[in-house]
């Protein structure tokens, strides 16, 4: 009780002066009013502190201290790992289904999820056929044009049918690029060369023109044509039948027919270039993938 006396009583603290003179300072304080002022005090301090600390960088000076920096980092983080997790499981179902694809099986959607570091599959449930899937599989199974058997059979086809010869001795300076509007290669060969056959077939075109001088074209067996241009000359005529390896032109220039008058004193012969091109059902094929030149 007396403490509770003194602690709620009126106390004066004074400021004296060393000699006679009266006191220089006093107040009268109550001992719990002291307490509250030193609890709010420090209540203040402790708002200024977290204020300073939630809207200043000041953890960021400080080493070890998880700042702003080290929040957005975190949090940029989390991101990242949760877009690493859909996507590793997006790989898991797609080479998954790839396998049953691959074995003929019909492939399933998997619903995953992350137990720790491992991932569990929650459920499994087929993938259902749709019409057009069916339709694929039936032109690809089957045995249309663009079934699977069909293609390795043209495939087989052309390879073994392009038993080819090279037309003439000379080295390659333009080759085939269909992008760019070139559709055979370009050789490099003598003024005095002459063009054969790449393999038999029937002569079906052979005409001049500005651009590629005189050209002739020849009818191979299994839907094979091969076109020769910039020659000088043409020894064969249309509908004549050839041997692989018979002559049916003379190189010259591209655009007259004769030889190349550019060429450098250091060559031991003028030179010019004839064009081949080779195009199977239509299409333009590269004549190096069956030539060696």
């Given at each position: 009780?007396?403490?509770?006396?003194?602690?709620?009583?009126?106390?004066?603290?004074?400021?004296?002066?060393?000699?006679?003179?009266?006191?220089?300072?006093?107040?009268?304080?109550?001992?719990?009013?002291?307490?509250?002022?030193?609890?709010?005090?420090?209540?203040?301090?402790?708002?200024?502190?977290?204020?300073?600390?939630?809207?200043?960088?000041?953890?960021?000076?400080?080493?070890?201290?998880?700042?702003?920096?080290?929040?957005?980092?975190?949090?940029?983080?989390?991101?990242?790992?949760?877009?690493?997790?859909?996507?590793?499981?997006?790989?898991?179902?797609?080479?998954?289904?790839?396998?049953?694809?691959?074995?003929?099986?019909?492939?399933?959607?998997?619903?995953?999820?992350?137990?720790?570091?491992?991932?569990?599959?929650?459920?499994?449930?087929?993938?259902?056929?749709?019409?057009?899937?069916?339709?694929?599989?039936?032109?690809?199974?089957?045995?249309?044009?663009?079934?699977?058997?069909?293609?390795?059979?043209?495939?087989?086809?052309?390879?073994?049918?392009?038993d080819l010869l090279p037309p003439v001795q000379g080295s390659v300076t333009t080759s085939f690029d269909p992008k760019n509007q070139v559709f055979g290669v370009r050789l490099r060969v003598e003024s005095s060369a002459t063009v054969s056959a790449v393999k038999d077939g029937t002569i079906v075109a052979g005409y001049w023109s500005p651009d590629d001088g005189y050209v002739i074209t020849i009818q191979h067996s299994d839907n094979l044509l091969s076109t020769y241009k910039h020659n000088s000359t043409l020894?064969?005529?249309?509908?004549?039948?050839?041997?692989?390896?018979?002559?049916?032109?003379?190189?010259?220039?591209?655009?007259?027919?004769?030889?190349?008058?550019?060429?450098?004193?250091?060559?031991?012969?003028?030179?010019?270039?004839?064009?081949?091109?080779?195009?199977?059902?239509?299409?333009?094929?590269?004549?190096?993938?069956?030539?060696?030149?």
């Amino acid at each position: 009780m007396r403490f509770w006396r003194w602690f709620a009583g009126r106390h004066k603290l004074s400021i004296d002066r060393t000699d006679d003179s009266p006191e220089a300072w006093f107040v009268v304080i109550r001992p719990w009013q002291v307490l509250m002022g030193f609890v709010a005090f420090l209540m203040l301090l402790m708002a200024a502190a977290i204020g300073v600390v939630a809207y200043t960088p000041i953890l960021d000076m400080i080493p070890g201290m998880p700042g702003e920096k080290s929040r957005n980092l975190l949090i940029d983080n989390i991101i990242r790992l949760d877009s690493l997790e859909r996507e590793m499981n997006n790989l898991l179902v797609y080479s998954d289904n790839i396998s049953l694809i691959v074995d003929g099986k019909t492939p399933i959607v998997r619903n995953v999820e992350m137990v720790g570091d491992s991932i569990n599959i929650k459920s499994k449930e087929l993938i259902a056929t749709s019409a057009a899937d069916s339709a694929l599989r039936a032109q690809i199974e089957g045995s249309g044009e663009y079934s699977i058997a069909a293609a390795a059979a043209a495939r087989k086809s052309i390879r073994g049918s392009l038993d080819l010869l090279p037309p003439v001795q000379g080295s390659v300076t333009t080759s085939f690029d269909p992008k760019n509007q070139v559709f055979g290669v370009r050789l490099r060969v003598e003024s005095s060369a002459t063009v054969s056959a790449v393999k038999d077939g029937t002569i079906v075109a052979g005409y001049w023109s500005p651009d590629d001088g005189y050209v002739i074209t020849i009818q191979h067996s299994d839907n094979l044509l091969s076109t020769y241009k910039h020659n000088s000359t043409l020894q064969k005529s249309v509908g004549a039948h050839v041997r692989a390896g018979e002559v049916i032109a003379t190189v010259g220039d591209a655009e007259s027919g004769e030889t190349n008058k550019n060429a450098t004193a250091a060559d031991s012969s003028e030179t010019t270039e004839v064009e081949l091109e080779l195009w199977y059902k239509g299409t333009p094929i590269d004549p190096e993938g069956y030539i060696v030149f």
